[in-house]
Structure formats: C-alpha cells, structure tokens
C-alpha cells in the first residue's frame, strides 16, 4: 500500500532547469521526513535534499544550495525538487524516500533512516 513515486526527470543542457515530483500514498504523510538522494553509474547513493512539511523544516547538501529548492504541497501528498543551474555531475538517478520521525527527530539524509522508497527517475545533464 504504501507507494512513491518519482517524476519529472528527463534531459537537460547545463545550466537549464528540471523540477522532480515525489508522490506519497499509504501512510501518514506528515509523520516522515521526505528526502531526495541521487546514485550515478558506480557511485554510491548520496542525500541531496530532505523535508519535514509538518514543521517547514528544510536540508541541503552543500553541493546544492543555492541551486536546488525543496517544497511540498500536503494537500497532494507531494514533495518537488526545483533543480536549477543544472551542472554535468548532477546527473544521476534520483530516489525520494521517507523517513519516520521517532520522537520528532531529524534525519536529514540519512540513508538508514529512510523506510520507503520510490522507484527512481534518470537526470541527464549535458556539458
């Protein structure tokens, strides 16, 4: 029953823009901390973005700040990731995943934090 998925990935020259959807069923939606993580070809998966819509609570990894926005829309159920200034070694597969929030705590971009997972969408950057 419960279900993520991924979408607006796509190709882009460098410099250009992409906006990601991560759609949530299943659950409590605002029980999880949503996160964003990416995994290119013989890379391990790294965090790149995590939100917490109960608290506007927001984290990026510092490769990405400035660049990339995280937001939500509760009434969908819906995490997005604005990606702008989209640079070569931004492409990867990118993953959203939830994480429940024990006690309210904050697992930013854990990876063992995360229960659920979507099934992925490829970014392609050209240089």
């Known amino acids: 029953e419960v279900q993520l998925v991924e979408s607006g990935g796509g190709l882009v020259q460098a410099g250009g823009s992409l906006r990601l959807s991560c759609a949530a069923s299943?659950?409590?939606?605002?029980?999880?901390?949503i996160g964003w993580f990416r995994q290119a070809p013989g890379k391990e998966r790294e965090g790149v973005s995590c939100?917490?819509?109960?608290?506007?609570?927001?984290y990026y990894t510092d490769s990405v700040k400035g660049r990339f926005t995280i937001s939500s829309d509760n009434a969908k159920n819906t995490v997005y990731l604005q990606m702008n200034s989209l640079k070569p070694e931004d492409t990867a597969v990118y993953y959203c995943?939830?994480?429940?929030?024990?006690?309210?705590?904050?697992?930013?971009?854990?990876?063992?934090?995360?229960?659920?997972w979507g099934q992925g969408t490829q970014v392609t950057v050209s240089s």
């Open positions: 995943g939830a994480a429940f929030r024990y006690g309210n705590s904050w697992p930013r971009l854990s990876l063992l934090d995360y229960d659920y």
């Open positions: 299943g659950f409590t939606f605002d029980d999880y901390a």
């Open positions: 939100i917490s819509s109960s608290d506007d609570m927001t």
